[in-house]
């Protein structure tokens, strides 16, 4: 087991040695009573929203295919529930494969999808934060911001530049499958950027929601928590499903606005919960029904002279 597993379950041992002193499962319960219900269900749809506009983003991905919109959402809501299931970032390998089996699309081109959507996530999450967080001076502020947009511009036309990684052997030469593919992904989604800035204003201002009503507190209070947890999601070393990283970043966040490290943790495990509970519960639904076999969607709108390399052999769900 290398370092970085054993930090990700330290992390998550740290908080569940934390909930186990003092009886703070306990406290845990009172800060979910704080809930009522137009809250709870203010908060259960905007995170349907933001499902949706994720597949929006997958749909627009792939519609050359001839795919629906209820396939990638199946897709999308299959992903987000492996994600907050399996250990250490492992449920990412579900949405290649499931891009496999719905398209037929191969898994070079799959992985380049999921890498560009994950540092669009990445982009827009560190600008966000480089703007709202609390004492920053200006200059840092815009320099920050600047450094995020140009990297975002800078990397699509990288990998779409001519190059010659082709024409070498070994490992070069797969590295050049993956940069052409992921010159595939930055290339066909019309309203890639769109579709991320929309899914995470809508997703962060649910949670900046349910967040102020647990502490509570004002609502750009709970907007700085539920940015601290999403920008600890990004880190390279995640606790097992997201556990003790998400709080320890939310709790962060909130002790600039005087909640201390206790009790930002308490309310930050709640929105975790809260999380997981929509993220399951939703994949469970679209698990029972089942998607299009290999080809369906393809065969069904023939691909457009553009469209990206599609597997003949793919497997069957």
Not at 194 to 201: G, R
Not at 234 to 247: H, K, R, S, W
Request: aromatic content about 10%; glycine content about 10%.
């Amino acid at each position: 087991m290398n370092l970085k597993r054993l930090l990700a379950i330290g992390a998550s041992l740290g908080l569940l040695a934390w909930l186990f002193s003092d009886n703070r499962w306990q406290g845990l319960g009172a800060v979910l009573a704080r809930l009522d219900a137009l809250t709870l269900g203010l908060c259960v749809a905007g995170f349907a929203l933001s499902y949706s506009l994720r597949a929006l983003r997958v749909w627009d991905e792939f519609r050359a295919l001839g795919g629906g919109f209820g396939a990638c959402l199946r897709i999308v809501l299959i992903h987000s529930a492996m994600i907050n299931v399996l250990p250490f970032r492992g449920g990412e390998a579900v949405f290649p494969v499931l891009l496999r089996q719905v398209f037929g699309v191969s898994l070079p081109r799959a992985l380049a999808t999921l890498f560009w959507f994950r540092l669009q996530d990445a982009f827009v999450v560190m600008a966000l934060g480089a703007l709202v967080w609390p004492g920053l001076p200006l200059p840092l502020r815009v320099a920050a911001v600047a450094g995020v947009l140009g990297l975002a511009w800078w990397l699509p036309r990288w990998a779409r530049a001519p190059h010659a990684w082709n024409e070498q052997t070994g490992w070069t030469r797969k590295l050049a499958k993956l940069r052409d593919a992921f010159a595939e992904s930055t290339r066909h989604a019309r309203y890639g950027w769109l579709w991320t800035w929309a899914n995470w204003s809508v997703k962060l201002a649910a949670q900046a929601t349910l967040l102020a009503a647990l502490l509570p507190d004002a609502l750009n209070v709970g907007a700085a928590g539920a940015l601290g947890a999403e920008l600890a999601a990004i880190l390279p070393v995640q606790g097992v499903a997201g556990f003790g990283t998400y709080e320890a970043g939310a709790a962060a966040a909130l002790l600039p606005h005087g909640h201390a490290l206790p009790a930002g943790l308490q309310v930050a495990l709640a929105l975790h919960l809260f999380v997981i509970a929509c993220s399951v519960s939703a994949g469970a639904v679209a698990w029972l029904f089942p998607g299009p076999r290999v080809g369906a969607a393809h065969n069904a709108a023939p691909a457009a002279p553009d469209s990206a390399p599609v597997a003949k052999d793919a497997a069957q769900p």
